[in-house]
């Protein structure tokens, strides 16, 4: 079965940098985009950045565009989303997504807080 497993969230200074990681299992990682999104508490989960199945396409949120890199491993079965000049406002916990046959799987999420 689909299974999708965030980590590398943590507590960082507003400027600093973290990576996750989404480690994929279950399913041919290299044949889908996967998709980052993030939930702030009392907010509705939101886009975040998405990579195309060999890694040639990347979007970003407006938010995030500049300050986000996304990337991928089809070797490693691992999607990442390098986060620098981290701000409060990106507080949140964060998801990586797959979609099967208009089915969507997610991870149980990784939280980020940005605080002084």
């Known amino acids: 079965q689909v299974q999708l497993v965030e980590s590398g969230g943590g507590l960082v200074q507003p400027g600093g940098s973290l990576r996750l990681s989404c480690a994929a299992s279950?399913?041919?990682?290299?044949?889908?985009?996967i998709r980052w999104y993030r939930q702030a508490s009392g907010k509705e989960r939101e886009f975040v950045a998405h990579?195309?199945?060999?890694?040639?396409?990347?979007k970003y949120a407006d938010s995030v565009k500049g300050r986000f890199t996304i990337s991928r491993d089809n070797a490693k079965n691992t999607a990442y989303l390098q986060m620098n000049s981290l701000k409060p406002e990106d507080t949140a916990v964060y998801y990586c997504?797959?979609?099967?046959?208009?089915?969507?799987?997610w991870g149980p999420g990784t939280q980020v807080t940005v605080s002084s």
């Open positions: 997504n797959v979609r099967q046959l208009q089915q969507d799987y």
């Open positions: 279950g399913f041919t990682f290299s044949s889908y985009v």
């Open positions: 990579i195309s199945r060999l890694g040639g396409i990347k």
